[in-house]
């Protein structure tokens, strides 16, 4: 995919940055969009301190933490099942905070400036439902659908990636929620990658992302 490691350098370039949870790396893998593979076993909450406050969330039995990184005002940390890997993944969990941005963009606003940057690394049609507002513990958010129907796997080199490949384009799509903290805006995603599909009919909708979504919830911000 197109995007290159960056920092978050002004409100609508730190918006780009978030697509580096699903952009980071991309082998394909032998899985389809109907639905992630069954998530069995038990949860544990999984609480990381991002900037002043603490995030919290579920994390299901046989999931890892992948890469985590901090700079410049971005914290990230991805998490996938045990037997994939960052450049080789169905199923993806982001955590991202952006310092001192809470004041600056709404939760809304920032989903809808994430999804026009998506178009430009999108060579099939972007999906993006808004689900409207939300909140966790108190804190205003909001949560959308957004996906890309022919995601373009066409990497430079990085230093998770240090040979350029092309691989063959897959369907990519995710749950999507951002929430204002006291001073800082918060992202967690999940993410499904597999077989192209139609904008018409996505894989996840609003009617599924519950399900989706189930074994994660509720996510906390103290």
């Known amino acids: 995919m197109k995007l290159a490691l960056c920092s978050p350098i002004g409100l609508f370039q730190g ?3 978030l697509l580096l949870c ?18 069995s076993g038990a949860a544990h909450t999984h609480v990381l301190p991002v900037f002043g406050q603490q995030l919290g969330f579920n994390l299901p039995a046989g999931w ?24 080789q993944w169905s199923a993806l969990f982001c955590v991202q905070g952006f310092k001192d941005m809470a ?23 972007v999906v993006y439902q808004k689900l409207g507002d939300t909140e966790v513990d108190g804190h205003a958010g909001f949560h959308a659908i ?23 384009p897959q369907g990519e799509i995710g ?19 597999g077989a192209v599909f ?3 009919k996505p894989p996840l909708q609003a009617d599924n992302s519950q399900d989706f979504i189930s074994t ?5 911000l103290k």
């Open 198 to 200: 139609s904008a018409d």
């Open 175 to 193: 749950y999507y929620t951002v929430v204002s903290g006291n001073k800082d805006l918060y992202l967690l995603h999940k993410s499904m990658r």
């Open 64 to 87: 890892k933490q992948a890469y985590h990184e901090e700079q410049a005002g971005m914290f990230m940390a991805e998490f996938v099942p045990e037997q994939e890997a960052l450049n």
């Open 22 to 39: 699903s952009l980071i790396g991309s082998e394909p893998v032998q899985a389809t969009l109907d639905m992630p593979r069954s998530e």
């Open 146 to 168: 957004l996906g890309c129907t022919a995601m373009p796997n066409m990497h430079g080199v990085t230093p998770l990636n240090p040979k350029a490949y092309a691989s063959t």
């Open 216 to 220: 994660l919830v509720p996510f906390s």
């Open 103 to 125: 004041e600056s963009i709404s939760p809304e606003r920032f989903l809808d400036t994430m999804a026009e940057t998506y178009k430009s690394t999108c060579d099939g049609e």
């Open 15 to 17: 918006a780009s940055v």
